[in-house]
Every structure is written in structure tokens, then in C-alpha cells.
């Protein structure tokens, strides 16, 4: 009978949406409970800063993201957490502006400046990052400001005028999209003037790593965000995965056909397209 099967597929996604609710408010207390904060929250957010745009390690990058973004959403409302969630988009424009050699075949730009956008509206504009389009005053006070400092102290030829421009378009009751594209076109600034110097923007998440222990990596690839400019850059990964033992067959022929590859590395690929083209 439809009418019994909808109704069982109906309790079973409502018990679902319960289970995941109760898991949230477990691991993300709202309540006074400094002690669950201290032992679950803090934990679960220090491990979303390492591996948002540190690890390097793809598929944990790009879930770690979507987990942040649904912290953010979830907690942005309770003080204590408002400078975590700072961290983490330290975290995220960090990465973006470094511009590390795997990130631009990850794939992982739009995801960054995603979670860059929930947090900035969620504490610098002062709204849920998930409400409906409308729009924010300007004199409506900012819950943290963390986001806004980094910002201006952290990242090169980003001026206050740039950060203004960003808020007054992050203001406006337009489509997360076209946040991201304003967002998107800040970074592109830091992107074009940035110098070899590491930010120095301390996390509290990371309090006794020193200023310069994630200093920016040359990129061998440009960032996606710069397809503007350098398209040419960006490379295409093969359509099929490619597993451990593919890729090292395919460096050992790479380097019997380039001699000067197996003696210096100089010649080997840098990009795993390289190898399958």
C-alpha cells in the first residue's frame, strides 16, 4: 500500500533528522555546560581547523568544510564560540591566499569561499547565514570581528575601502552566490599583491603555534579563483580516479622515457595530469 510505505519512509526520515538534531546538540552544547564545551565543541572545531586547507588530503578537506559550515550555522548565535569560527575562517582565506599546489586540482576554492561567506554574515554582518535574503543594516553591531581584522591586518593590498565594499555587498539581500562572487573579488586582490610573508594572525585554536607555522607554499598551480587571468594554469585531472599503484607505474615509465627525471627529479611532472595525458 503506497499510503503505508510513504508513511513508514516519512517516520523513518523524521527519526533521522531527530537522531542527527540530538548528535548536534551533543557535540555542539548551546547550553552553560562549560565542561561538555571544553571536552566535545572544542575538539570537534580544532580538528575542523587542521583539516580545513592544512591537511591537504582532498575528500577530508572537502568534508570538513561542509561540517564547519554546519557548525557555523548552528552555533554562530552563542558567544563563546564566536571566535572559534573566526579561526576557521582564518582558516579558509588563509588557504585561498596561499595558495598550496593541491588545492587548485582539489578543486576546493568555491567550498572555501563558501565557508568564508557563513562566517563572515554570521559575525561581522550579524545575521544566520541561512535566513532568507534581506537586507542588514549597516549600523547593526557586529557579533565578532574577528573575520574584519584578519582581513585588514593579515592579507596584502586589502584595504579598508576593499573590506567595506565587501560588507556593503555582503549587506544586500542578494543569493549566497553573489556573496561568494564579492568575497571572491577581495581575495582576488590579496591574490595579486600578496609577497612571500606569512599572515600573522593568531588562531585560538592553534594558541601555541607560532605565527609563521603554516607560512604560505609556492604554488605550482594557480588557484582557481584566478581562472580570469591564468586559466591556462589550472589543470584537469582524469576522469577516473587513479589508484597507488597506476600512479606509480606511470612515474616509472615517465622517468625510463626522461633520463633527466631519474636522475635530478628535475623533469618529473608536477601535476598528475601529466602523467595520463
Known amino acids: 500500500d503506497d499510503g503505508a510505505k510513504g508513511a513508514r519512509v516519512q517516520a523513518a526520515q523524521q527519526r533521522r533528522a531527530a537522531h542527527v538534531a540530538a548528535l548536534r546538540r551533543c557535540l555542539l552544547p548551546r547550553d552553560d555546560d562549560d565542561d561538555a564545551f571544553q571536552r566535545l565543541a572544542l575538539p570537534v572545531l580544532r580538528t575542523l581547523w587542521h583539516a580545513v586547507g592544512r591537511w591537504g588530503d ?5 568534508a570538513a568544510t561542509k561540517l564547519a559550515e554546519l557548525c557555523v550555522a548552528e552555533t554562530c548565535r552563542e558567544p563563546r564560540y564566536w571566535p572559534y569560527l573566526a ?12 595558495e598550496p599546489p593541491w588545492l587548485a586540482n582539489a578543486g576546493c576554492e568555491y ?4 565557508l568564508a561567506r557563513a562566517v563572515y554574515v554570521a559575525l561581522v554582518i550579524g545575521v544566520d547565514p541561512n535566513a532568507p535574503p534581506r537586507r542588514v543594516s549597516p549600523d547593526a553591531p557586529a557579533r565578532h570581528d574577528g573575520p574584519r581584522r584578519y582581513l585588514l591586518a593579515a592579507l596584502p593590498g586589502v584595504r579598508p575601502d576593499h573590506v567595506q565594499a ?37 588562531s585560538p585554536l592553534a594558541p601555541d603555534a607560532p605565527a609563521d607555522a603554516n607560512p604560505p607554499t609556492p604554488a605550482l598551480d594557480a588557484s582557481a579563483l584566478r581562472s580570469d587571468q591564468l586559466a591556462s594554469n589550472v589543470r584537469d585531472l582524469p576522469g577516473e580516479l ?23 627529479g628535475s623533469a618529473a611532472p608536477t601535476h598528475l595530469a601529466d602523467l595520463f595525458r
Open 58 to 62: 582532498v575528500p577530508t578537506c572537502r
Open 87 to 98: 579561526a576557521l575562517f582564518e582558516s579558509a582565506v588563509s588557504a585561498l591566499v596561499a
Open 111 to 114: 567550498e572555501f569561499l563558501a
Open 166 to 202: 565587501l560588507e556593503t555587498a555582503l549587506r544586500e539581500p542578494a543569493s549566497p552566490k553573489d556573496h561568494k562572487a564579492a568575497l571572491h573579488d577581495l581575495v582576488l586582490v590579496a591574490l595579486n599583491a600578496k609577497d612571500t610573508s606569512a599572515p600573522a594572525f593568531g
Open 242 to 264: 587513479i589508484s597507488s599503484r597506476q600512479l606509480a607505474q606511470a612515474r616509472k615509465t615517465f622517468a625510463a622515457q626522461v633520463p633527466a627525471a631519474a636522475t635530478n
